[in-house]
């Protein structure tokens, strides 16, 4: 069964944009980092601090590899740094994947990111300056795995509609 993967860092939009194309689509959503939530029952930073992310990445290369062997069609929105861990950016490339790329510039992260940092245990207790810094290296670095996905979308300056339907053009 097919599975529409949408990748990108932090604050790219992969949930909230997963969540319209579902709408659309009406096929189910899954949001990787909620499904780990679940299964440990933690939140992902009480998950960092009490067990560290070396624990975190395999809990979520175990937790994406199972939703890609579920039988149904789904739509996965990834956790930023999964293609970047535990080779799982070669299960982007799978025979009934079509993965997504959004794509965001520097500033269009740091501008989402800065008053939405709370939750994102790598990026919580950085200032505004650190911040952009951070993202910046951070995003040169996983730039090679994020390219890995079979497709590319741009997001900058785009409503949550445009990018959808930039996706649904190259479902189609
Ligand atoms: N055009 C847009 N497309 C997507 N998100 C937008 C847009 N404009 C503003 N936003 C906001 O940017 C934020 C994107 O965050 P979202 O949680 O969807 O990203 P994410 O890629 O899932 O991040 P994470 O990897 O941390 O889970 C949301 O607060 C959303 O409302
Ligand atoms: O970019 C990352 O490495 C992360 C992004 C979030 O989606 C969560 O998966 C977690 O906060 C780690
Ligand atoms: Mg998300």
């Known amino acids: 069964m097919r599975k529409i993967v949408l990748l990108g ?4 939009g992969k949930s909230t944009i997963a969540q319209n194309l579902s709408k659309i689509t009406k096929i ?13 029952n933690l939140s992902i930073n009480e998950i960092f601090s ?3 992310e070396v624990y975190f990445r395999k809990l979520e290369h175990e937790m994406f590899v199972e939703l890609l062997n579920s039988p149904e069609n789904v739509i996965i929105g990834l956790g930023g740094g999964t293609p970047c861990y535990a080779n799982n950016h070669e299960l982007l490339k799978g025979e009934n994947v ?15 990111l800065v ?27 996983r730039s090679f795995y994020y390219n890995q996905a079979q497709h590319k979308v741009v997001v900058d300056g785009k409503s949550v509609e445009e990018t959808v339907q930039d996706i649904l053009g190259i479902l189609a």
């Open 28 to 40: 189910p959503f899954l949001d990787l980092d909620e499904c780990i939530e679940k299964r440990a």
């Open 98 to 112: 079509a993965s997504v790329y959004l794509k965001a510039s520097i500033d269009t992260l740091y501008n989402r």
């Open 50 to 52: 009490q067990h560290g």
């Open 115 to 141: 008053y939405n940092k709370s939750k994102r245990p790598l990026i919580a207790n950085m200032n505004e300056e650190e911040m952009r810094e951070f993202i910046a290296k951070h995003l040169f670095d």
């Open 9 to 12: 860092y932090m604050g790219c």
